[in-house]
């Protein structure tokens, strides 16, 4: 989700173009720059973003093991993690 205080004119992340870029290296989060008041572009440091990108592609290997027959039930996975740990299921 995008804070309200990562959204931003691209007038002003043209003006304080240095500072914007301090705050997407530091933390991490992008920020939305906007046109007349509606959002035109999303801006992302580049290790942020390769970031997003290696969790996207590890979830779409995951989708393609399950499709090709290759995974597991998460209720079996998970009873097997209880049982190697002796941990009880909680009641519903």
């Known amino acids: 989700m995008i804070a309200l205080q990562d959204i931003r004119s691209l007038t002003d992340f043209q003006r304080n173009a240095k500072s914007h870029l301090r705050r997407l290296k530091s933390t991490g989060r992008p920020e939305v720059l906007t046109v007349n008041g509606k959002a035109e572009l999303i801006v992302q440091d580049a290790a942020a973003f390769e970031d997003m990108l290696d969790a996207i592609r590890g979830i779409q290997r995951g989708l393609d093991e399950m499709k090709a027959g290759k995974g597991e039930p998460a209720r079996k996975v ?6 190697k740990y002796k941990i009880l299921r909680s009641p519903r």
């Open 78 to 83: 998970l009873d097997r993690i209880r049982a």
